[in-house]
Every structure is written in structure tokens, then in C-alpha cells.
């Protein structure tokens, strides 16, 4: 078992019940998955395959998982796209490796990102799910400077059980997310 399951077993489900007086276990809001994602636009642009590879390869180091490629539904012609088109990469992780992503996001990736000063609440829909943007993946132990060809964004999103923003935002600070103070 993680370290942050565990965590989560034995240090944010009584404090849960304690502040919003759930009186059962399973009652108490989780986090169900994180969904990782790269957007291609500048592949598209350039027609260069070599930053599709590129994308996919940081995604494998940085989840352990293979991307699945996300594909334009319709067509646009401002864009420059065509029905069918590779426009993206996204990875979803669950259980194990759900937990081990957010332990290592929480202590290793945010402390190293440049100009970080927290997540604004802002950030939070109204469900209680985060959605977070990277500028850059080098924040990541497991990519280095010389390995990659693009410097690239990735979108990060957190999906939680809870019924609001209020019980979403606690979840995630009793996980040890940093949040800005306002």
C-alpha cells in the first residue's frame, strides 16, 4: 500500500468526519483519479512526428503508462484541423499508481516548479475537482534537459468524489496540496 493511501486511511477520513460530521467511512470524499494530459497543437502546426514521439515518451517516464491519443471529432478549417486527427495524448491513473503521481507531484514536482507560489483556488470547479497546467515538464525528476526535443505544457487534473468545492479543496489541502493563500 502507498504511503499517501495509507495516509488518507488513517489521518484524512477522521479528520473529514470530524469537520463535516460524515458518520460513515465511505461517506467521505476520495480522490478517483488523476488524468494527465499533453495537448499537440504545435505537431499539428509543423507536421513533425518527432513531437508526437517526443510527448508520448515523457508521458511513459512520467506515469509509467502508455498515452492513448485523443482525436479531433470535426473538422476545423481555422485550425487546421482535420476529422480524425491525432490532437492530443492523455493518461489515466487509478489506485497504486494514482497514489504514488500525487505523492510525487505534492513533494518533488511543485517544490521545483519555477515561480511557484501555489495552486490559486481558482483552479477548483465546483465539484471539487483541480485542474493544474505545467509550463514545462522538466519540473519531473525523470526527464532531463538533454533528453527532450520540445519543451512541452501538461495539463493535470485531479477528479474527486466530493459534492462541492468546499469539501474538494479541504480533501486536497488534508493531502498536503498546496493552495494560494488569498
Do not use: C, W
Not at 490532437?87 to 497514489?99: A, H, I, N, P, S
Amino acid at each position: 500500500m502507498s504511503r499517501l493511501k495509507e495516509y488518507y486511511k488513517k489521518e484524512v477520513i477522521p479528520k473529514m468526519k470530524e469537520i463535516f460530521g460524515y458518520k460513515n467511512d465511505l461517506a467521505v470524499p476520495k480522490i478517483e483519479k488523476i488524468v494527465l494530459n499533453i495537448g499537440l497543437g504545435d505537431a499539428l502546426k509543423k507536421k513533425d512526428p518527432k513531437i508526437i514521439e517526443s510527448a508520448k515518451e515523457t508521458l511513459i517516464k512520467i506515469t509509467g503508462q502508455k498515452p492513448i491519443e485523443t482525436k479531433a471529432k470535426k473538422s476545423i478549417s481555422g485550425f487546421k484541423i482535420k476529422k480524425g486527427q491525432i490532437v492530443g495524448l492523455k493518461v489515466t491513473l487509478r489506485k497504486e499508481k494514482m497514489y504514488d503521481f500525487l505523492d510525487k507531484l505534492i513533494n518533488v514536482v511543485l517544490p521545483r516548479t519555477r515561480d511557484f507560489r501555489g495552486i490559486p483556488l481558482t483552479s477548483l470547479d465546483s465539484k471539487g475537482n483541480l485542474s493544474l497546467g505545467l509550463k514545462e515538464q522538466l519540473a519531473f525528476p525523470e526527464i532531463t534537459a538533454e533528453a527532450i526535443e520540445k519543451i512541452h505544457g501538461l495539463e493535470i487534473t485531479i477528479v474527486t468524489t466530493a459534492k462541492d468545492k468546499e469539501k474538494g479543496m479541504t480533501l486536497l489541502k488534508l493531502f498536503g496540496l498546496p493552495f494560494r493563500k488569498t
